[in-house]
């Protein structure tokens, strides 16, 4: 239906205009980096009256400070806010190569002087506050209310707690879209071992196929279906016995078993005669033909639907292109993570040549007109959970390590004059009992000589800068606060994306798995015109 594909549209794109424009005016302080958060002043780059704010709440209030209801009410006074920080900073110096520090922007510029107005307005750039996502909802629930049909309980077999979340959820949305597409075959990419390809094959019956870059992991798929195909009764059984114990929904007797679940020898039957799968070990890009890999997997239909549970990096970006330049391909679901790997068009990749790079963001029309650009800082940033957070703490328990990295890279600056990027420490804070041990295997590590420096002088560094450990996680608070808004680009701008072309009906972006569990929680639902979501045939 092209009228409700142009309202969609017309709402993303205001959307993700309102969230560049916000998210432009702190890019500066999305791509901080921890280390330097002493030897750059930072917190005396906070205004004061949000610093004295945050000083004032008791130490308690800290973990759910980005969860305040507060501040998940839309604000108008909140965009009406505008400021521009005076505050003294430390200037840039230039040694050798090096500057003192290698952030953009410096020094930071901030548009708010309250604390509840900044709070209040990151947090209106939360997907679920957005205007887009909130009708894709209320589209998913109008043509979606039918429950999947699964054969049986959920097996979680060899899965933890969180896949477990993930596989059930993502398979039953995934079956309602296959099903809406009228397709009976999924491909999978970037598989892994094979958790939620064998969740449709087995619960579901569609024939699958999992692509994966990792020739352990496909093998390690195709074993776990075999394994699955030999203790499948005896674990649906196990699943039903636990369902009716846990919820007491039935009595596990067995009439009730014989209900839900066939006999060993209907079981074999089914077996043998049961929908395919394939796993192909494969790295997949935009370039690639999609219809080498699906196209001799025999099955009634040639029609097929993309699938992805957590494609890292640059791999959801090349599902959405597959999805468009492959005709066969009807319908997909998408659920991305790993945003920090994402090659960025107006952006260098620290770690590879800019030739080697092909751009994954920005992809729509509205972002490549204004040139954003995110930064790799920037997406490292958009992967703090802000719900998660909220419930485990600052961080998730890593002040400490923070604090000391920070903290070491003062001793570097006093003792060498100059820090250098190759000085790349590692996670070594958890092997070491204090402060003064971590220094030393620090320096150790990087071969640089700590003869001159006693641990009375280390200590004497923590007692200078004590201040600076209780300021670091309430300024963290502040850089995590963006982090729904980061997403969000992301999101909203490969959902652009895909409804500027002509080919696709209208694309949805829908909250999958609780953000708590599994924060990386929204997936894209996108369909080709002739397997319209909503209107059936064009």
């Given at each position: 239906?092209e009228?409700?594909?142009?309202e969609?549209l017309?709402?993303?794109r205001?959307?993700?205009?309102?969230?560049?424009?916000?998210l432009?005016?702190?890019?500066?302080?999305?791509?901080?980096?921890n280390?330097?958060?002493?030897?750059?002043?930072?917190?005396?780059?906070?205004?004061?009256?949000i610093?004295?704010?945050?000083?004032?709440?008791?130490?308690?209030?800290?973990?759910g400070?980005?969860?305040?209801?507060?501040?998940q009410?839309e604000?108008?006074?909140?965009?009406?806010?505008t400021?521009?920080?005076?505050a003294?900073?430390?200037?840039?110096?230039?040694v050798?190569?090096?500057l003192?520090t290698?952030?953009p922007?410096?020094?930071?510029?901030?548009?708010?002087?309250?604390?509840q107005?900044y709070?209040?307005?990151?947090a209106?750039?939360?997907?679920n506050k957005?205007?887009?996502?909130?009708?894709?909802?209320?589209?998913?629930?109008?043509?979606?209310?039918?429950?999947a049909?699964?054969?049986?309980?959920?097996v979680?077999?060899s899965?933890g707690?969180?896949k477990?979340?993930?596989?059930?959820?993502?398979?039953?949305?995934?079956?309602?879209?296959?099903?809406?597409?009228?397709?009976?075959?999924?491909?999978?990419?970037?598989?892994?071992?094979?958790?939620?390809?064998?969740?449709?094959?087995?619960q579901?019956?569609?024939n699958?196929i999992g692509i994966?870059?990792?020739?352990?992991?496909t093998?390690?798929?195709?074993?776990?279906?075999q394994?699955?195909?030999?203790?499948?009764t005896g674990l649906?059984?196990?699943?039903?016995?636990?369902?009716?114990?846990?919820?007491?929904?039935w009595?596990?007797?067995?009439k009730?078993?014989?209900?839900?679940?066939?006999?060993e020898?209907e079981?074999?039957?089914h077996?043998?005669?049961?929908p395919?799968?394939?796993?192909?070990?494969?790295?997949?890009?935009?370039?690639?033909?999609?219809?080498?890999?699906?196209?001799?997997?025999t099955c009634?239909?040639s029609?097929?639907?993309?699938?992805?549970?957590?494609?890292?990096g640059?791999l959801?970006v090349?599902m959405?292109?597959?999805?468009?330049?492959?005709?066969s391909c009807?319908?997909?679901l998408?659920?991305?993570?790993?945003?920090?790997?994402?090659?960025?068009?107006?952006?260098?990749?620290?770690?590879a040549p800019q030739?080697?790079?092909?751009?994954?963001f920005?992809?729509?029309?509205?972002l490549i007109?204004?040139s954003f650009?995110?930064?790799?800082?920037?997406?490292?940033?958009?992967?703090?959970a802000m719900e998660?957070?909220?419930?485990?703490?600052v961080?998730?328990?890593?002040?400490r390590?923070?604090?000391?990295?920070?903290?070491?890279?003062?001793?570097?600056?006093?003792m060498?004059?100059y820090?250098?990027?190759?000085?790349?420490?590692?996670?070594?804070s958890?092997?070491?009992?204090?402060?003064t041990?971590?220094?030393?295997?620090?320096?150790?590590?990087?071969k640089?000589?700590?003869?001159?420096?006693s641990?009375s002088?280390?200590?004497?560094?923590?007692?200078?800068y004590?201040?600076s450990?209780?300021?670091m996680?309430?300024?963290?608070?502040?850089?995590?606060?963006?982090?729904?808004?980061?997403?969000?680009?992301?999101l909203?701008?490969?959902c652009?994306?895909?409804?500027?072309?002509?080919?696709?009906?209208?694309?949805?972006?829908?909250?999958?798995?609780?953000?708590?569990?599994s924060?990386r929680?929204?997936g894209?639902?996108?369909n080709?015109?002739h397997?319209?979501l909503?209107?059936?045939?064009?």
């Amino acid at each position: 239906m092209e009228t409700r594909k142009q309202e969609l549209l017309a709402l993303c794109r205001a959307d993700l205009q309102l969230a560049a424009d916000f998210l432009s005016k702190y890019l500066a302080l999305a791509n901080l980096h921890n280390t330097n958060f002493i030897i750059n002043n930072y917190w005396n780059q906070v205004p004061q009256s949000i610093k004295d704010s945050l000083e004032s709440l008791p130490g308690t209030c800290m973990s759910g400070l980005l969860m305040k209801d507060e501040w998940q009410k839309e604000n108008k006074e909140a965009h009406s806010q505008t400021w521009k920080s005076t505050a003294s900073s430390l200037p840039p110096q230039k040694v050798g190569s090096n500057l003192l520090t290698e952030d953009p922007d410096f020094p930071l510029v901030w548009q708010h002087t309250d604390l509840q107005h900044y709070m209040s307005e990151a947090a209106s750039f939360h997907m679920n506050k957005l205007s887009y996502p909130r009708q894709c909802e209320e589209i998913y629930s109008l043509y979606f209310n039918k429950a999947a049909h699964r054969s049986d309980p959920f097996v979680s077999h060899s899965m933890g707690e969180k896949k477990c979340h993930e596989v059930e959820l993502m398979a039953e949305v995934a079956s309602q879209v296959a099903r809406h597409s009228q397709v009976n075959k999924i491909v999978d990419l970037g598989s892994g071992k094979g958790y939620l390809a064998t969740t449709l094959v087995m619960q579901y019956g569609y024939n699958v196929i999992g692509i994966d870059s990792q020739e352990g992991n496909t093998h390690g798929a195709m074993q776990r279906k075999q394994r699955l195909e030999k203790q499948y009764t005896g674990l649906v059984e196990r699943e039903v016995r636990h369902s009716a114990t846990k919820q007491k929904a039935w009595e596990a007797t067995e009439k009730n078993l014989q209900a839900v679940m066939p006999d060993e020898t209907e079981t074999r039957k089914h077996s043998a005669s049961s929908p395919s799968y394939k796993a192909i070990t494969a790295y997949v890009s935009p370039e690639d033909d999609l219809e080498k890999y699906i196209g001799d997997v025999t099955c009634a239909g040639s029609e097929c639907m993309l699938t992805g549970l957590h494609t890292c990096g640059n791999l959801a970006v090349s599902m959405a292109k597959l999805f468009l330049k492959t005709p066969s391909c009807k319908a997909m679901l998408n659920v991305g993570c790993c945003y920090h790997q994402v090659d960025e068009m107006f952006a260098s990749n620290p770690f590879a040549p800019q030739e080697d790079c092909l751009p994954h963001f920005p992809l729509s029309s509205v972002l490549i007109q204004r040139s954003f650009k995110l930064g790799r800082n920037c997406r490292m940033l958009s992967m703090q959970a802000m719900e998660k957070s909220a419930v485990s703490g600052v961080g998730g328990g890593g002040e400490r390590s923070l604090f000391w990295r920070a903290l070491l890279q003062q001793i570097l600056l006093d003792m060498h004059g100059y820090w250098s990027k190759e000085w790349i420490v590692g996670k070594i804070s958890a092997k070491c009992s204090d402060f003064t041990e971590y220094v030393y295997k620090a320096l150790k590590r990087l071969k640089l000589d700590h003869s001159m420096l006693s641990p009375s002088d280390i200590n004497a560094y923590l007692e200078k800068y004590k201040e600076s450990e209780k300021q670091m996680p309430m300024f963290f608070q502040l850089r995590i606060a963006l982090s729904p808004c980061i997403e969000s680009i992301i999101l909203l701008d490969r959902c652009l994306y895909l409804m500027e072309q002509e080919s696709t009906d209208v694309v949805l972006a829908k909250r999958l798995f609780d953000p708590v569990q599994s924060p990386r929680c929204y997936g894209i639902i996108a369909n080709k015109k002739h397997a319209s979501l909503v209107g059936g045939s064009h």
